[in-house]
């Protein structure tokens, strides 16, 4: 199968989805973004702004909008899935009529499929089947997509079963605003990135009590000690957490107050409630659904997850955010290193 990958299609017109298409759009790449929404269609091809999602940043004048999921998936070479993971399932299926051998698929989502479990790999293995292993990755690491927007210098990850696809894929993406590393451990990337959202709702709580950087360095330590564990038992490997994908993003979540997980733990600590958070604002904060699934991926896997388990008390069980964090401390006193 000849692979050529000129013609992109982002599908999903959230923060992160216009942010990348608007960085390939100023490589001269070819690049179309299909939006849900009418309105943000509209923004986007009359005013070059996504005033929903990215607002104040001007987008590229050759991007394009576009409403016709199918007609434009069939045009194109690369399909990029930006969607939540709540969406993600039904996406693929309408995409599934109009795959060809010959598509490459570039997965940015991060989450698990609630009711599954799955990672977002294992959903697009079970819709795609067999089609998807030879050109699928997940691109993964510290960045915020108003700073990419912005031009400001970013590194990530892509990870695949299939090298010889990722080299074509760094080579034709990377430049000198964006360096793409290569990796083989699509689990681990996954596993990290959607965990990292139910650590930074924590990262948020600390700082919404007041605590400073002593209890947040601590927090993103131990955090990426037990997103590891999880990972491992997943078959990950281990190297991953220490790497773009894992520690990387996980503090860039966990210290950067543009992160929505972030904000949504903060505002939680201040006395704000779940349902109003959600309410105020058409993004979602990604950390919410996933940390109903890691409780219950721990459960299953009989893992110990002290600090998903506190977020878990405190989003859905009513628990006083300080009341958790004490806990945390307070746990029977063990060995630093303990992986298994």
């Given at each position: 199968?000849?692979?050529?990958?000129?013609?992109?299609?982002?599908?999903?017109?959230?923060?992160w989805g216009t942010a990348?298409?608007?960085?390939?759009?100023?490589?001269?790449?070819?690049?179309?973004i299909w939006v849900r929404e009418k309105e943000?269609?509209?923004?986007?091809?009359?005013?070059?702004?996504?005033?929903?999602?990215l607002p104040g940043i001007e987008l590229a004048e050759n991007l394009q909008a576009c409403a016709d999921l199918k007609r434009e998936a069939v045009r194109a070479d690369v399909l990029i899935?930006?969607?939540?993971?709540?969406?993600?399932?039904?996406?693929?299926?309408s995409l599934k009529s109009v795959l060809r051998d010959e598509h490459v698929l570039v997965n940015l989502s991060k989450g698990f499929e609630s009711d599954s479990l799955k990672t977002i790999s294992q959903v697009a293995a079970e819709v795609f089947a067999p089609v998807i292993s030879r050109q699928w990755l997940t691109l993964s690491g510290p960045s915020f997509a108003r700073e990419l927007a912005k031009q400001h210098p970013t590194a990530v990850v892509a990870a695949s079963d299939n090298e010889g696809?990722?080299?074509?894929?760094?080579?034709?993406?990377?430049s000198s605003i964006l360096r793409i590393y290569r990796s083989s451990d699509l689990q681990g990337l996954e596993v990290a990135g959607a965990l990292k959202n139910v650590m930074a709702i924590a990262s948020g709580m600390v700082n919404g009590l007041g605590f400073?950087?002593?209890?947040?360095?601590?927090?993103?330590?131990?955090?990426?000690?037990?997103?590891?564990?999880?990972g491992i038992r997943m078959g990950a490997k281990a190297e991953t957490f220490w790497g773009l994908g894992g520690?990387?993003?996980?503090?860039?979540?966990?210290?950067?107050?543009?992160?929505r997980?972030?904000?949504?733990?903060?505002?939680?600590?201040?006395?704000?409630?779940?349902?109003?958070?959600?309410?105020?604002?058409?993004?979602?904060?990604?950390?919410?659904e996933t940390t109903k699934a890691v409780h219950l991926l721990a459960e299953k896997l009989i893992i110990d997850m002290p600090i998903s388990r506190e977020v878990h008390q405190v989003l859905f069980a009513g628990k006083d955010v300080r009341q958790a964090i004490s806990d945390l401390m307070k746990r029977s006193l063990k060995s630093e290193w303990n992986l298994s």
């Open positions: 199968v000849s692979i050529k990958m000129d013609k992109i299609l982002v599908i999903g017109g959230g923060s990348f298409a608007d960085y390939l759009a100023r490589q001269e790449k070819k690049v179309r943000v269609i509209a923004a986007i091809n009359s005013t070059r702004e996504n005033t929903v999602f899935l930006a969607v939540p993971s709540k969406f993600i399932r039904t996406v693929m299926q696809l990722l080299k074509r894929m760094q080579n034709h993406f990377s400073g950087f002593n209890t947040t360095a601590s927090l993103v330590t131990r955090a990426n000690m037990e997103i590891s564990r999880l520690i990387g993003d996980l503090m860039l979540t966990c210290f950067g107050s543009l992160s997980n972030f904000q949504l733990g903060r505002k939680i600590a201040l006395g704000e409630s779940l349902v109003m958070i959600e309410k105020s604002t058409p993004m979602v904060a990604e950390g919410v």
